[in-house]
């Protein structure tokens, strides 16, 4: 059989290394990827007010942005904001991802591809004025301001970066194991709950990450959306920077990286456990 | 066992329409190894997922012990699947996947045990059973696909193609493992192949099918050694295809030489196509002698356990002649560019209908 044949040996493909410039190009990148962020969390531990003087080493600035009362409200609802849009936008997600690759082939299933990515093409600063419009002849219509309006309008951008990753994990599962399960006298739900699931179960929680940070990020929509007095984090340290500029907000960013970083990471190790 | 009537299967719709299957008609008994045989795109695999449920029929209909099952949904057809591609739960081990099956019929947990370790033993698989699937060879990957279909205790087996990813000695092994399970339990085995020889050595009853239609069904032998038509004997083994003229329960050759055959029905006396397999006919060098057919050596083929002598007789056509080899070879075979005599063993002509 050809793939037994000991001819099949692969051609040895040079190494990227040994180009030239290649280590200018990486150390570039690198540096210009990663310096500012040094800077950033170096400085969050400056003792004095300045953002380019180093005046030595002090937790000061955590300490006034842990004990900020705008900051603890605006995080707060950052975090609520962030787990909801996400969890709806994951669930919505998966089923979208369900439906256009667990189903067979129906007329209208690119104009749905497109429909979903939407979000992805159309600028937001387009979206954040068309939600601004709506939102606001809604709000004066009900009288109803809470975050729900913020709520919705993450879910909605949040569902094309979570279906992306759920639909590239389901297009890569084989559908003869579904198949397989069907014909072993599983029913359609418990083919879902018992094979379906666990294999798509990587994907769902890349999406759920995904869409968990794309929201705590939004500057935008959110800038638009909001009612009064409804700072999140990013709008409350652009609210900041118009006025006075400390180190405190690179303490809050760094906690946000911080927390970043520790999502990633778990994401990858609870993933890289699977097949 | 099963009947399957009159089955049509069309994809696609208007100029696209493609017929999968065109009215097949066959009758599978219990506890037989069935195989279906034919070229890629010939059908079977088609008339396979018919009878697993993954398709529904155009047309016709599919008995299971005498209850029609057309309409059934897979998981409530007591008829199991092994996968080309084995289809195992990459989440689950070893024990897991052949549990599954049992688990979905809410059998009690003992009973569940008691089974996957009887499946484990028959497979023999146990000491495996809490591997994951991804940590297996593909032999082992094969058997365990295995014994989580046989597991629920299906009426019928379905095999699609299942030892075509493994090498040939291995699927050697497989081959007879396969015969020994279907003895073992009892249970229907409906096997689709294109490997003629897999057909030959593993089944009770061969369906030889191409474009869409069951050309024959028989056991081996009967395939083999009576093809009703070119087709079945161009795909099965090696064949030399020869003009003769019909009369009488008799042929003549074109190229000379009288024999007895038996007709098959519907074929009239007059010109007719005759298939002789290359390991009917002797040969010897020299010129022929009554009732011997005359011939020139054009190549000589070893192979092993036999030399292939490549003939053209006087009539333009060629004629192929496999014969065994003797130890250290007695050098009577002709050699290239001999004239040679050959003789047709008796009742190795076989009239086609087409």
Redesign the interface.
Known sequence: ?AE?SPLKTKARGYSVKTLPGFSVVALFTLVALYAPIVILVVYSFNQGTSLAVWEGFSLRWYQQAAANEAVQDAALRSLILAISAASVATVAATMAALATTRTRHFPGRTMIYALINQPLMVPEIVTAVALLIVFAAIKVWTGHTSMIYLIVAHTAFCVPFAYLPIRARLETM?N??E?????????RW?TFR??TL??MWPGIVAGLMLAFVISLDDVVITEFVKSAGQETLPTYMLGQLRRVVTPEVNAISTVILLAGAILVSLFFLLTNR?? | MIEIESATKVFGTGEAAFRALNAVNVTIAENEFFTLLGPSGCGKTTLLRLIAGFEPPTMGAIKLAGDDITRLRPAERPVNTVFQNYALFPHMSVAGNIAFGLEMLGKPKDEVDSTVAEMLRLVKMEELKDRRTSEISGGQQQRVALARALAPHPKVLLLDEPLSALDLKLRKEMQIELKRLQHETGITFVFVTHDQEEALTMSDRIAVMNGGEILQIGNPKEIYERPSARFVANFIGESNFLDATLKGGQVTLAAGGTFDVSVPDGVADGAVSVLLRPEHVAARAGAAQDGEIAATVDTVVYSGEATTLHLSLPTGEKVKAKIGNAPLGDGSLPKEGDSAALTVATGAITVLRD
């Open positions: 059989m037994n084989d003869s194991l198949a397989a399960a069907q014909d072993l006298y599983a029913s418990l018992r094979v666990p294999l699977r097949v």
